[in-house]
């Protein structure tokens, strides 16, 4: 079984503070992602990686940024977090970079800026 | 834009009875899947059906897609407690298959 884990389940953070957020695959995925979860707005794609040392923006990449050093892990960075910025944060890995594979998500991140 | 809108946003039966969710979508789409979310955890894959199909069965869930109207079902076939979650259909944007385009969800509750 594809098994894709994060570092925390809830993390608190105070605003301005350098947060990391680290997801794991094991099953040497090609591709990985980075999502966010809000109410009333389902998940929304902040950055993904394609390839190790490849990322490319989601729709929302603004005060993130990201980094891919090895094929099995994918980090988030908030640069200086803001209290807009809790959120709960999903990652999730793909096979390939292709028509109809599915993603694996890890179990997700709760984070809360205060 | 939400590619992928639910209908409804919220549906509460009793157990043993079906659940049907509805998800519309906008432009042109290679595959259609579906996940489930249990309440503050990752989201599963369920099934997943290719635009050149229209209809697919796993289990209890039965997944239609009607690609003139736009449109998926998913069907849960004699409910449980277990279903109780978040299920959202997620679409692809035609030429851009990296991308997920998740809808909003609909929220499930199954009463025993």
């Known amino acids: 079984d594809v098994k894709v884990t994060q570092s925390s389940r809830y993390l608190v953070k105070r605003t301005g503070e350098k947060v990391f957020l680290e997801c794991v695959q094991d099953m040497d995925h090609e591709n990985m992602f980075w999502y966010r979860q809000d109410p009333g707005l389902g998940l929304r794609l902040i950055y993904f990686s394609y390839d190790v040392k490849m990322k490319e923006k989601g729709d929302i990449p603004e005060g993130y940024s990201v980094s891919r050093e090895k094929k099995e892990r994918f980090s988030l960075i908030l640069e200086s977090a803001s209290t807009n910025q809790t959120s709960m944060y999903l990652c999730a890995s793909r096979l390939y970079l292709n028509q109809g594979y599915e993603q694996y998500f890890g179990p997700g991140t709760r984070l809360t800026v205060t | 834009s939400q590619q992928g809108e639910e209908d409804p946003q919220a549906l509460s039966i009793q157990e043993g009875e079906n659940a049907t969710m509805n998800c519309s979508y906008k432009t042109s789409i290679n595959n259609l899947q579906w996940y489930r979310q249990n309440s503050g955890r990752g989201l599963v894959h369920l099934i997943l059906?290719?635009?050149?199909?229209r209809e697919k069965h796993s289990g209890r869930l039965r997944v239609t897609l009607d690609t003139s109207k736009k449109s998926s079902s998913l069907l849960i076939t004699a409910s449980r407690a277990a279903d109780t979650a978040s299920y959202f259909c997620a679409t692809d944007e035609g030429d851009s298959s990296y991308k997920l385009i998740f809808g909003s969800g609909t929220r499930l509750l199954v009463r025993p």
């Open positions: 059906i290719r635009s050149n199909e």
